[in-house]
């Protein structure tokens, strides 16, 4: 399984627009990131995880025409903001493409955008997506890729995290009950969002302190931090942490068999 970082932007990007680069140094392209999302791939199974605003150029960066399915983590709308770009993917198919997210997500998102679910009823607008809901704690498949969803704290709302076999991706989380914690137990990979950096008090976005202490209980071969803002400079990063626990960038490929 091969899994592909479009993006690991914080919900601003970087740099925001403006051209605000923070502390990161702009001469550094992998400080260049778009809003945080994923892609996992085996020989014949990819699926997308979030929908970003940057999805057209993140999917085109790859030349992604062909998707199984999508997971949505939450209704943030740096996560679901570029849904629209699914349209033409999904209508390549011979079946309207699924979105798979918890009730909340869905629903939030399709009474934002309900066209996407249903046609208008003036024949000129079709639905282009279907719904899927799962459980917070679910055990799922799409194409030869198993999926298990848990549940996390991102405080203003729950996100979903997914485990795919021993990798996991958590974005937009903060804390993690003990149930999550048990589905995450025994993985190799995880991807994990560090987006406070290393402020004290967290409210929406865990820290690099916080992740530490996660992954000395789960013990993972490698971790990689996501969800990265404008004070997170790669480089200062990668001095800062120890080996086993890396930033990512926009474009990183990760292959499960070789960690
Ligand atoms: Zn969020």
């Given at each position: 399984m091969?899994?592909t970082?479009?993006g ?5 990007g ?50 992604l ?14 996560h ?16 309207l ?9 869905l ?118 931090i ?10 200062t ?23």
């Open positions: 091969k899994i970082i479009l690991c932007g914080a919900s601003m970087t740099p925001m627009a403006g051209g605000f680069w923070g502390d990161c140094d702009p001469n550094n392209p992998k400080n260049n990131r778009t809003r945080s999302s994923i892609l996992v791939q085996s020989e014949t199974t990819n699926i997308l995880v979030d929908a970003t605003v940057e999805l057209r150029t993140q999917l085109n960066r790859f030349n025409k062909k998707l199984d399915g999508v997971l949505i983590s939450h209704a943030h709308s740096d679901i903001n570029g849904i629209d770009d699914l349209k033409i993917i999904s209508l390549q198919g011979d079946e493409m699924n979105v798979y997210g918890n009730f909340e997500t629903e939030e998102i399709d009474r934002r955008c309900p066209y996407i679910f249903r046609p208008k009823g003036d024949d000129l607008y079709f639905e282009f997506l279907k719904k899927k809901h799962i459980e917070n704690y679910q055990k799922f498949r799409i194409g030869d890729i198993d999926i298990e969803s848990f549940e996390q704290d991102h405080m203003t709302c729950s996100s979903l995290g997914f485990r795919f076999g021993r990798v996991a991706y958590s974005v937009d989380v903060v804390n993690i009950n003990d149930r999550s914690m048990k589905v995450l137990e025994g993985i190799d990979i995880w991807i994990v969002d560090a987006g406070s950096y290393n402020k004290e008090e967290t409210l929406t976005h865990a820290n690099i302190q916080k992740v530490k202490k996660w992954v000395e209980h789960l013990k993972p071969k490698m971790t990689y996501t969800d990265l803002g404008t004070n997170m400079d790669y480089k990063l990668c001095d800062e942490l120890p080996p086993n626990i890396r930033p990512v960038y926009d474009g990183m490929e990760i292959d499960s068999e070789k960690i």
